[in-house]
């Protein structure tokens, strides 16, 4: 059976690059991700997230 290698990326949190295959502890890390540009967007997208939660929360909570 033939094996098909996978790659995975990381964005590391204190370089702010990004990693082909973890390099770094899991503390240090966000992913995997399976492409160099969702790794790279890593940050901006989990910043995304948090307003988009934080909006929802508000909206629940009835303070539009």
Do not use: I
């Not at 370089?15 to 399976?34: A, F, H, I, L, N």
Request: aromatic residues 12%.
């Amino acid at each position: 059976m033939r094996e098909v290698a996978v790659t995975e990326y990381w964005f590391n949190l204190e370089t702010g690059q990004v990693e082909v295959g973890r390099q770094s502890p899991w503390d240090k890390v966000m992913g995997p991700y399976p492409t160099y540009a969702a790794a790279s967007r890593a940050l901006e997208k989990a910043h995304e997230r948090a307003e988009d939660w934080d909006e929802d929360d508000r909206e629940w909570r009835g303070e539009d």
